[in-house]
């Protein structure tokens, strides 16, 4: 079955500074990879997510790219703020025709000001 | 749309204690998902249905556990007898077929004395 590791398990940068979290995945037949952003006590929301047929998708400040060669992914977040501090959740699934999702790990962004 | 419904919000019992956790999903979603999140097992997925179906339910720890959705709008996860390694918060999240974003509830925060 598929397999997702993430990485760094906790990472803390300055406000405004960049951070880059890394996914990479085992069966090579996933073909949709979402992030999903959890903050202290709440529920896992997505934030942006990513089809096997594209290579990198934008959404303001928050970017995913993927290496479908490499089989790895990853969320970049330009410009940190405060209020991104929060668990960031890789997921990867399969293109079987249904819809189970398997989670990394998590990351926890600690951005301080 | 209230978004997907979790109760209780709380639990706390006592070992061998029967515990039913529930869910109400986004009318017209046709997936639902059960995940059970710990520090040190990350975010799991249980089990989970498309048109009140269980799909995959290779998550479920042992025979303790049992999930039911006999309608469209109510699913249950049961723990029967409940051990204080059960606890954690269990999510329920549902998916719109034709979508690829999973909702998830508020969670229940389960402690098992």
């Known amino acids: 079955g598929e397999n997702v590791e993430q990485h760094p398990s906790t990472l803390s940068v300055q406000e405004g500074d960049s951070a880059v979290i890394k996914c990479t995945y085992s069966d090579s037949a996933s073909n949709y990879f979402p992030w999903y952003k959890q903050e202290l006590g709440k529920r896992p929301q997505l934030i942006i997510d990513i089809r096997s047929n594209v290579g990198e998708k934008k959404d303001q400040r928050i970017a995913v790219t993927l290496n479908k060669t490499a089989k790895h992914f990853s969320l970049h977040i330009t410009e940190t703020q405060p209020e991104d501090s929060a668990v960031y959740f890789c997921a990867a699934r399969m293109n079987t025709g249904f819809q189970k999702l398997v989670f990394g790990t998590g990351t926890r962004l600690l951005v301080s000001p | 749309d209230a978004g997907v419904i979790q109760s209780p919000r709380h639990e706390v019992t006592e070992m061998g204690q029967e515990v039913t956790l529930r869910c109400k999903p986004i009318s017209g979603h046709d997936y639902l998902f059960w995940y059970r999140q710990t520090m040190m097992r990350g975010l799991e997925l249980l089990i989970y249905f498309n048109n009140n179906v269980p799909i995959d339910d290779s998550g479920m720890p042992e025979d303790r556990f049992s999930a039911k959705m006999p309608n469209a709008s109510f699913s249950t996860l049961k723990i029967q007898p409940s051990e204080p390694r059960d606890s954690a918060v269990y999510f329920c999240?549902?998916?719109?077929?034709?979508?690829?974003?999973?909702?998830f509830g508020p969670g229940t925060r389960l402690t098992v004395l």
């Open positions: 999240a549902s998916l719109g077929g034709t979508g690829t974003e999973q909702f």
